[in-house]
């Protein structure tokens, strides 16, 4: 089995000019410094404008809605984060044995998780990532699983091993009830040892 590729997380339009594609990324910029410094909720679409010095208009024009844009920024992070799983160091990226990739996964994934929580909650997205980022997230771990030499049915699997580490479940346990982030990622990686057999 080859190595995946990097999948859209969006439908794919048109390519963008190379100043719209700038200025996408300095709307970008700014609504992650307004996150960095003031919180999900300081990012409004006034805000952004004000910080990206570009009237709101733009902003509407760009992304639609708040939703939109914190959709986008999302985006922006998620395909960051594949890149990292499809480039990146290892044990996260290429090079590492297929055990401690998917070891790397598990705590890449909740941590970044819990990092863009209210990010994916603000998307608008039912507390969810899109479709294509879990279809990425969810494809590299059945190539893991094969690489390890699973048997059965590995689409099943990988989602088994992929539902602890979305929003509303992470969010209930570390949030809601206060388990503590290693139990969290110690039990993970106990079930991912019983699917492998290790």
Same mark, same amino acid.
């Given at each position: ?9 969006? @439908? ?5 000019? !190379? ?5 996408? =990324?300095?709307?970008? #910029? ?5 996150? *960095?410094?003031?919180?999900? *909720?300081?990012?409004?679409? @006034? ?13 509407? !024009?760009?992304? *639609? ?12 992070? #998620? ?17 590492? =044995?297929?055990?401690?990739?998917? $070891? /790397?996964?598990?705590?890449?994934? $909740? =941590? ?19 479709? /294509? /980022? ?18 059965? *049915?590995?689409?099943? $699997? ?7 580490? =979305?929003?509303?479940?992470? #969010? ?7 388990? @503590?982030? #290693? ?6 990686? @106990? ?8």
């Amino acid at each position: 089995m080859t190595e995946h590729r990097l999948l859209p997380l969006v @439908d794919a339009p048109a390519p963008e000019r !190379r100043d719209a594609a700038r200025n996408r =990324e300095a709307l970008l #910029e700014a609504a992650q410094a307004l996150i *960095d410094h003031c919180g999900l *909720d300081a990012v409004t679409m @006034d805000a952004v404008a004000a910080a990206a010095g570009v009237g709101k208009g733009t902003v509407f !024009r760009r992304f *639609d809605s708040r939703a939109g844009l914190m959709g986008a920024l999302l985006n922006h992070n #998620e395909t960051a984060w594949q890149a990292s799983v499809m480039s990146g160091p290892p044990p996260l990226g290429p090079g590492a =044995e297929p055990w401690e990739r998917l $070891l /790397a996964f598990g705590r890449s994934r $909740l =941590e970044t998780t819990l990092q863009h929580a209210d990010l994916i909650r603000h998307a608008g997205q039912a507390g969810t990532r899109s479709f /294509a /980022a879990y279809s990425f997230a969810a494809m590299h771990v059945r190539y893991l699983l094969g690489q390890l030499g699973v048997t059965g *049915d590995l689409p099943l $699997l990988a989602t088994a091993l992929m539902a602890p580490l =979305e929003a509303p479940i992470l #969010e209930q346990q570390v949030r809601i009830e206060g388990i @503590d982030v #290693e139990r969290v990622f110690h039990g993970w990686a @106990d079930l991912a040892g019983r699917i492998v057999r290790r």
